[in-house]
């Protein structure tokens, strides 16, 4: 089965840090791009963080940048995303999707996985 598992998601406080996990299975992993998306309680999805398949090309969306590594092992079939000194405006669901070209957009992904929220309380 194709799929899609994050995890690492919980509450915690502002100013703490997050790693979140994306697994995958059922394809090549490696061939594929990942990006990081997350939807707030009445707002739009939004870009979070990328990383692309060969090259390990990154990208970050501005409310994260500076703040945010993303990493990828391919052994493991697994993206991380580690989110530093978290704020409350950081309180999301936080989805990551696969394509094999990727790119800072959601419509560009065709491969989700089901989220993993995460509340930052001040």
């Known amino acids: 089965e194709v799929q899609l598992v994050e995890s690492g998601g919980g509450l915690v406080q502002a100013g703490e840090s997050l790693r979140l996990s994306c697994v995958g299975s059922g394809f090549i992993f490696g061939d594929y791009a990942i990006g990081w998306f997350r939807r707030a309680p009445g707002k739009v999805r939004e870009g979070v963080s990328g990383i692309g398949s060969s090259t390990g090309s990154q990208w970050y969306g501005n409310a994260v940048k500076g703040r945010s590594t993303i990493s990828r092992d391919n052994a493991k079939n697994t993206v991380y995303l580690q989110i530093d000194n978290l704020r409350p405006e950081d309180t999301a669901v936080y989805y990551c999707?696969?394509?094999?070209?990727?790119?800072?957009?959601?419509?560009?992904?065709?491969?989700w996985g089901q989220g993993t929220q995460v509340a930052v309380i001040s």
């Open positions: 999707a696969a394509d094999r070209y990727g790119g800072s957009r959601s419509t560009q992904y065709t491969l």
